[in-house]
């Protein structure tokens, strides 16, 4: 009975690690390079990861949103991927500096040259955009993730208020306020939000190091709390026996 309690004490400490080594399984997401103010311009990436063990990724679809255009969308050239961008029409026309646009992005695609992304690894692919919208607080866009084997991913599930996180879930780029100054966070001009001097590295496939040791030291944070739930569990158990005897 005593060896079935114990049993059992295991069995619960591996499925909480379990439990929390799950959620590391991670989604196409957006995120700035620095600061992505409304109204400005910015920086951003799209990190896709490989979720898969026997394929590589080979091609990544963004699709921008409609109802908050983006005029001005320039990619970084990446090394293993040509990358192309389409503009469409647009029905309510833009005014930027004083100039009137009449056609946005409405999608970015990149294809493998090469390898792509590879079992356990993942890409960046960054985009200098604007000018941000300043009505919004955030941005949704819908991406498409297609394998060599011709598995098809569609990251295009729109988060709702109050309910759990989508299986696919769609990139959100949250949106910051202006400054008081009237300054629209550390990228003001198209120009500077071009310069790729500071932007991701123009690597072909990267390990998330920082990403995986963060998740690694939850992981191990979880399961020595777990092992010493279990030790105590075990001391109390002996404890009982002696008495018992």
């Known amino acids: ?21 799950a959620p590391a399984f991670a989604h196409v997401s957006v995120q700035p390079e620095g600061q992505a103010a409304k109204g400005g311009y910015a920086v951003v990436d799209f990190k896709v990861p490989n979720e898969r063990d026997d394929a590589s990724t080979n091609k990544v679809e963004v699709n921008f949103p409609t109802d908050h255009p983006l005029a001005s969308v320039m990619p970084q050239p990446l090394d293993g991927w040509s990358v192309k961008v389409t503009k469409s029409k647009l029905a309510k026309p833009l005014t930027m500096h004083g100039e009137k646009i009449s056609e946005a992005v409405t999608k970015v695609t990149w294809t493998a040259t090469g390898k792509g992304i590879e079992p356990g690894f993942f890409q960046k692919f960054p985009l200098s955009v604007g000018a941000l919208p300043e009505d919004t607080d955030e941005l949704v866009f819908k991406a498409i993730q297609t394998y060599d084997n011709k598995e098809v991913v569609r990251w295009i599930e729109p988060q709702q208020e109050g309910k759990e996180e989508p299986e696919n879930p769609a990139p959100v780029l949250t949106l910051s306020a202006a400054s008081a100054d009237g300054h629209h966070g550390s990228s003001a001009t198209a120009e500077d939000a071009s310069d790729t001097s500071t932007a991701a590295p123009a690597s072909s496939t990267s390990a998330s190091s920082s990403d995986g040791a963060d998740t690694t030291a939850r992981v191990l944070g979880v399961v020595g ?4 739930a279990a030790g105590v569990a075990y001391g109390v158990l002996a404890g009982r026996r002696r008495t018992a005897g």
């Open 225 to 228: 709390i777990v092992v010493g």
């Open 1 to 21: 009975m005593k060896a079935s309690r114990i049993a059992t004490a295991g069995a619960v400490a591996a499925s909480a690690v379990l439990a929390v080594s």
